[in-house]
């Protein structure tokens, strides 16, 4: 049993510790952890990939240039020549060549492309919201990890404090049991227990200590920062304005920016059937031109129009809408099952402060009993009336009760910031 109330005792705050010098806050965690932990610079990267698509998108409008060159050997080529009827037999009929070379420059500038390349960009500019929105939702989960190592080091430093007051009590008692001891008016054995005792609380010391130095190196991971073990921590002050259920989680940002991402994705699927145009242009250079009669390496060009319309797609396009219509409500189902954990887990919150502070009323009314209790049995051991280990049963309820308070206290902050990270204010 005592070993429980001590392991109870490691969730207790401290309002203040001596020797400390650094003031620590757990907002300053917070601010932190935003600015240094290594998910943060995943934000600015980013920005900069994003950008660097819309620029590509961007060249869509631009003209394509494109150089080409090929060379070529055929078995045959058009011969005129025996086809020819006899009044034409003395013209002179060119013989083609078997072996054609040509060099060309392409231009193509898109005109109307059918709104791609718009949607596209809009498309780029929602994945990019999604991607900094989930993001920021891991952010927000690191506060859940600071939340607990921070008080953590608040309860194991004041941990230390009761016990170290408890050994000075213990201490005390030992001084005056030992001159009793000496004085034929108290047995060996009641300083015996006392010194027991106290050794029991050196073992717990060292166990809390070390704790506590975990709690400050994970801490100090968190934040990627050096916070050292003689800083003193802050109780932050919450105030809960409203019970009003409010969610404004990330989350359900996120779920909001995929549901629109849904809705782009839905309307880009018209744009792949939609007309494009475009006009392009051809210059070259080579054997055979565009004069198929001519043998001799020459120059041409060509410029014109195109129209390309898919009419008919046996509704591919009404399909895919329905994909993405479906897939937006699948989010939304998935948004509507987070809000309603959120309320339950809110609603679960609220009555775990109520609770609290219900209890710590009645941990006050119990201390004060305890220290009257702990009073007279002091008395009673110096009279012989009650032996050490009924005394230090005594002072264990007594410490009992002060960690049962401050544990109350801890959980009572505890459970205000975690009804604020639940509702996403944090």
Known sequence: MKRIVILLGTLILQSSVIGQTDTVTLYDCYARAEKTYPLTRQAGMMDRSSDLKIKNLNKNYLPQLNLNGSASLQSDVTELGSNLPPQLSSLPIPKISKDWYRITFDVNQSIYDGSVTGYQKKLETVSLQADQKSLEVELYKIKDRINLAYFSIFMFQQNEAILNSTKDQLESKLKEIRSAVANGFSLASNADALEAETIKIDQQLIENRNDRSVAFQVLSELTSSTIPENSRLVIPVV???????????????????QQAKSGVLKDMVNTRWNPKLSAY????????????????????????????????????SKNEKKIYEIQGDIIGAQK???????????????????????LQKKDEEIIELRKRISLASSSQLDNGVITSSDYISRLNEEKTAKLSFELHRIQLVKAKIAYLYILGKL
């Open 239 to 257: 105030q809960i304005a409203s019970t009003a259920f409010e969610d404004k989680r990330p989350e359900l940002q996120w779920y909001n920016i």
């Open 281 to 316: 242009g051809q210059a070259g250079y080579g054997r055979l031109g565009l004069n198929m009669l001519s043998n001799d390496f020459t120059p041409w060009w060509i410029v014109g129009a195109k129209l390309t319309w898919n009419i008919w797609n046996w509704n591919l």
């Open 336 to 358: 509507e099952t987070f809000e309603k954990n959120l309320k339950i887990e809110s609603d679960r919150g609220l009555a775990e402060i109520v609770k609290l502070k219900e």
